[in-house]
């Protein structure tokens, strides 16, 4: 019989046979699979059960294991999708039900081919993985007032790009009416900061920070007419950052007054500190019976879409949304955020919810003074590289990567574009993300509303049209009285008729546009709303399912790390100059975001080492041999094209060489010289047993990652690593370059600009590789293709204030980096211990059961034991990753390599008990057959002893008669002659 598996929502599973005795136990953590069961009559016997399973793995019940599935639990919230967005877009549970309930729920764990070779879409086939992630949705309803919040906040920190821009006034029209504006392409751009640090004091205050959550938001647009476009930034733009460094008098002496001191904790323990001191209302649901009850509701009763849970948090977002608009714009922080502003706390803290600098009213040297006396750490810092000129402006994204587990998709905003400038698969374009269809009637339901008197009364028109020639009258009215009146200031909390207005002329505007455009042309079918109403939804969702590949569950590069006690930092700045490379590569930074994923049981080390090249040889010898010049081809961002000439590193000849002198551990053992005594003792030897691999830190209980830091600030050609790189993960290193070039123009732009590197400080570029070779912490950009074998990218979510984003010059690591690195950690080791699992099964399931063997000593009970504890363990493991507690998660990491590790010692001790009752049964039956030959010589008798002189004399008589027929010939005759 085939009896039911593993399913990822709890099943039951065999796992051991006691003479007749079936014990049962429950799991919840891999795929459904085929189970054989094999019926025994009742009243059978040991041995009967032992004839009957045909094979040893039949007879202790274990299969092999296909696949083993890790929840992750996915929070959607859509804001401004209830008809109060741009366009009155509204969402019922039916468009929900219909469009993404079929979202991806389960992903396959991918490698990529990245690490020692280019990155290429040539034809790579990785290893396949038995790894699964299966997505748990979760939707979430919130207040419509949620979403006036964000517009406000839109409109309050929305700055022109220029700051001399001023927008065109509207000409008056006849009645007092005022038309709209010409339409002019501005460039606005809003703090993301500002956005970041509210959405993740929303979800904090709603205690919704044990998911990752995607927040697709749909605000009206904060500019009439679409006079002009925004997006999100982190700084000035480059017009600005020229005006602030002409009149730095004015604010450099605010400046130097202070000084701020990085925070040194890590993200997950800022994060703790901002949830102990929220400010109220806090703590929406409590997470335990103890934490005191809230004065936040926690709303409505939760209900079910297919494939979704629809979770009603109305009247908590609604608290939440008026507690933020009565304590906005007071400029005023509490204890906690001066403490944390002191600290060194980044901007985005949740801490300083109600500390805020509105930056409409500010022109931007106001701006910067209050930056320079009263910001934060970053702003500071930031004020500090703008005074060195080493900041250019970032680029305008629609998209946005928290410090924390989320991120946010602005439809109305944009749209804009960034990748390569020559081109390729996967570039942001306009078009990457879907945009609102203006022409599509989403709110019916309130069409027929009656007009309000305030419009009725203003306008003279009529309330119902039913020419088309009164259609277009109101038509053009309406429009009038919406650029007059419903512009960037409606919808506003305290004016409850300028929204009901509003509403009714979105809505009245829609039906008068279709009644117009009916009466001039017939539309073709298949042309109407709902057409376009399914391809926004059908790209919204696919939005949705590249955000899950890209964003929470990425792929792993091709060589694997595993988790460690100990991890060492070697750190080799090498150089050829006398001036200090430190001064322009920022270590105290390097050595903090790398700390930001250390567990409170690990223990992370630093070693530093600086080495001036003349006076080594070998590692002169080293670098000069994989030293490399060529000339690229290099395309401008305005269509220009020009050779460039750069130094490049081989990083193959550069690794060679390297390994070669093992400088790690020369450094490892001087560490260990000045160690302390506890320390000594608690260090293991390396012995083929724990130290496997000292790279990868498989079976090991320390793990040393070399980094190398070619520094050559004293040339003016720069240097890279292969051509195109700062910095580079190998499987067994770490390399870094450093040139003296503060602006290189890069190979990628975004909003037909380029992109600048700051090659004297490789910080961003150092980051991403030392996290990648660490945690296998992929490129936001890179992913694989199964269907073509091949490494893949799309520029989508490269964005965020961190070292993986490419329109960004961040350096600052999220809690979604840190459990991607952790996560990895696990998919590492579960993958290891389903390959023992499954190898030992498939071994000990190679010897059938037979009489013969039948009572062999085999450790069965061991066996099973094992086996169940192996899979305990991964039931835990699955548990705790479900609630995104990787510390508890990583503690079974150990225990369960340990116990896979002996049930494949008790597999083997299986197949050698059976391999030596295999030989002996060879063995007896090559004695019975030698037995039986001997047995029939002698029964042959006679023709034993003369079969072969009979045999001889038949082959002398036959030869004879040959050699007679060779000699045989006829008389001849001589011819006679004349």
């Known amino acids: 019989e085939v009896g039911e598996g593993i399913s990822g929502k709890g099943c039951w599973w065999w796992v051991g046979v006691v003479v007749s005795a079936v014990l049962l136990v429950s799991c919840h953590v891999a795929e459904t699979h085929a189970q054989v069961q094999i019926d025994h009559p009742p009243g059978s016997t040991d041995k009967d059960i032992w004839l009957g399973s045909r094979t040893v793995a039949n007879y202790r019940l274990l299969n092999a294991v296909p696949s083993v599935t890790l929840p992750v639990p996915v929070q959607l919230v859509f804001i401004g999708f209830e008809a109060d967005g741009q366009y009155g877009l509204h969402l019922a549970d039916h468009d929900f039900q219909e469009w993404f309930s079929h979202v991806e729920h389960t992903l396959r764990h991918t490698i990529v081919p990245v690490g020692e070779e280019q990155t290429t879409t040539e034809h790579f086939e990785t290893p396949s ?139 997950a323990e800022i994060q703790q500190q901002i949830k102990k001191h929220l400010p109220e209302p806090a703590q929406v649901k409590p997470e335990t019976p103890a934490t005191p009850k809230s004065k936040i509701p926690s709303g409505g009763d939760n209900q079910s879409i297919q494939n979704l849970t629809v979770e009603d948090l109305v009247s908590a977002s609604e608290v939440w949304a008026r507690w933020y608009i009565k304590n906005r714009g007071r400029g005023q922080a509490n204890a906690e955020c001066d403490k944390a502003l002191q600290n060194g706390a980044r901007e985005d803290s949740p801490l300083c919810i109600t500390r805020s600098q509105r930056s409409e009213r500010l022109d931007i040297m106001s701006l910067v003074k209050d930056m320079a006396e009263n910001g934060t750490y970053s702003q500071r810092q930031y004020l500090q590289r703008v005074r060195e000129g080493n900041i250019h402006q ?71 049209a039913e020419t088309t020639s009164g259609s277009a009258m109101e038509l053009e009215l309406l429009k009038a009285y919406y650029a007059q009146h419903c512009t960037a200031d409606r919808y506003r909390a305290n004016d409850k008729l300028s929204f009901v207005n509003c509403n009714y002329l979105t809505s009245r505007l829609k039906k008068l546009d279709g009644l117009t455009e009916s009466s001039d042309q017939h539309q ?55 001036e200090n490379p430190m001064s322009r590569f920022d270590y105290e930074s390097f050595k903090h975001e790398v700390l930001s994923f250390k567990l409170p049981a690990q223990e ?182 199964e269907a073509n074998k091949a490494a893949n990218q799309n520029w989508m979510w490269s964005v965020g204030d961190n070292p993986l984003g490419h329109t960004s010059h961040g350096e ?48 069965g009970m061991e066996l099973t034991q094992a086996y169940r504890t192996v899979r305990k363990n991964w039931e835990r493991v699955t548990e705790y990753v479900g609630r995104l507690n990787f510390e508890e998660a990583m503690i079974f990491a150990k225990a369960i390599e340990q116990s896979s590790q002996l049930f494949s010692q008790h597999a083997a001790t299986v197949c050698k008990a059976m391999e030596s009752i295999k030989c002996e049964t060879a063995e007896t039956r090559q004695g019975r057959l030698g037995h039986a030959v001997v047995l029939a010589h002698h029964q042959l008798g006679f023709w034993n002893s003369w079969w072969p002189i009979f045999v001889c004399a038949v082959l002398n008589i036959l030869l004879l008669l040959f050699h007679a027929l060779l000699h045989y010939h006829s008389p001849s005759f001589k011819v006679k002659t004349n």
């Open 129 to 267: 993985s038995r790894l699964r992630y299966k997505f748990a949705y979760s939707l979430l309803k919130l207040h419509p007032l949620v979403n006036t919040v964000l517009e406000d906040l839109i409109l309050w920190h929305m700055r022109p790009e220029d700051p001399a821009y001023v927008p065109p006034p509207p000409a008056p029209l006849a009645g007092g009416a005022m038309a709209a504006p010409p339409s002019i392409s501005a460039p606005y751009y809003v703090d993301a900061y500002k956005i970041s640090r509210t959405l993740e004091h929303l979800l904090l205050s709603l205690n919704l920070t044990q998911a990752y959550t995607l927040f697709l938001l749909n605000p009206k647009h904060p500019l009439s007419h679409g006079n002009g476009f925004y997006g999100y930034r982190v700084g000035f733009s480059d017009q600005e950052i020229q005006i602030v460094l002409e009149r730095q008098d004015e604010w450099v002496p605010f400046l130097s007054k202070k000084k701020g001191v990085k925070q040194q904790d890590g993200v």
């Open 394 to 464: 970032e680029c305008l994204v629609d998209l946005w990567i928290g410090h924390s587990r989320f991120g946010f998709m602005d439809l109305t905003a944009g749209p804009f574009k960034w990748g390569p400038i020559v081109g390729g698969q996967g570039i942001r374009c306009h078009s990457t993300l879907p945009r609102v269809p203006p022409d599509v009637l989403w709110t019916s339901s309130k069409v027929d509303e009656p007009m309000p008197a305030k419009i009725r009364e203003a306008l003279q028109v009529r309330q119902d």
């Open 524 to 578: 073709e079918e298949g042309a109407g709303e709902s057409l376009v109403a399914d391809n926004f939804l059908a790209r919204l969702g696919a939005s949705i399912s590249t955000t899950l590949r890209h964003v929470i569950t990425p792929p792993a590069p091709l060589f694997p790390a595993f988790y460690t006690k100990r991890v060492t930092f070697h750190f080799f700045l090498l150089h050829t100059h006398k």
């Open 604 to 785: 992370f080390s630093f070693v530093l080492k600086e080495i001036n090249l003349h006076e080594d040889r070998e590692l002169l010898m080293a670098f000069t041999g994989s030293l490399r010049s060529a000339m690229l081809p290099n395309l401008k961002i305005d269509g220009d094209f020009t050779p460039s000439l750069v130094r490049y590193l081989d990083s193959k000849a550069l690794q060679l060489a390297l390994k070669q002198l093992n400088l790690h551990e020369k450094e490892d053992q001087e560490l260990v010289e000045h160690e302390p005594d506890s320390m000594k003792k608690r260090r293991r030897k390396p012995t083929d047993a724990n130290h496997k691999d000292l790279r990868s830190g498989k079976g090991s209980f320390s793990r040393h990652i070399p980094i190398f830091l070619f520094s050559l600030l004293n040339q003016d050609v720069p240097l890279f690593i292969d051509k195109y790189y700062q910095a580079k993960a190998l499987a067994d290193m770490v390399i870094m370059v450093q040139s003296a070039n503060p602006a290189w123009e890069s190979r990628l732009g975004c909003n037909e600009r380029p992109i600048y590197w700051d090659l004297r400080n490789p910080l961003r570029a150092g980051l991403a590789s030392t996290l990648l070779h660490f945690g296998g912490l992929i490129p936001a950009h890179i992913t694989y293709d």
């Open 812 to 859: 600052h690591f999220s809690l979604l980096h840190r459990d991607i690195v952790l996560r990895n950690f696990l998919v590492n080791t579960l993958e290891d211990s389903v390959k023992l699992i499954n190898e030992g099964i498939q071994s000990i399931a190679a010897y059938p059961t037979t009489e013969a063997n039948y009572g062999v000593a085999i450790p």
